[in-house]
């Protein structure tokens, strides 16, 4: 992958700190200071995703009145008197 060069000024102390920890990891600051960023990445990548699943929980029932949907304990499915309005005669059904 390419790389990208990126000049960033922090104070003495924070710079030392970078050189300190990056030391004790056995990387470069450069390292140290990428995986830092590809941490408070991901952590915020899962934030959302918990956020969405929490959202889909509490509206699972109004999901499920508006699309005529019946929501099992996992996972939402056509109610049975659904089924057959959204899969006419001949053409395949839910499984």
Do not use: W
Not at 49 to 54: F, I, N, P
Not at 56 to 72: I, S, T
Not at 78 to 90: I, N, R, T, V
């Amino acid at each position: 992958m390419a790389k990208t060069q990126l000049n960033v000024r922090v104070d003495e102390a924070t710079a030392e700190a970078a050189r300190e920890r990056a030391l004790q990891r056995g990387v470069s600051v450069n390292r140290y200071i990428e995986e830092l960023v590809l941490k408070d990445a991901g952590e915020v990548g899962q934030t959302f995703v918990e956020a969405a699943a929490d959202f889909m929980k509490q509206y699972e029932r109004v999901f499920a009145e508006e699309f005529g949907l019946d929501p099992g304990p996992d996972r939402l499915c056509p109610a049975p008197d659904q089924a057959d309005a959204h899969h006419p005669e001949g053409q395949p059904g839910p499984t």
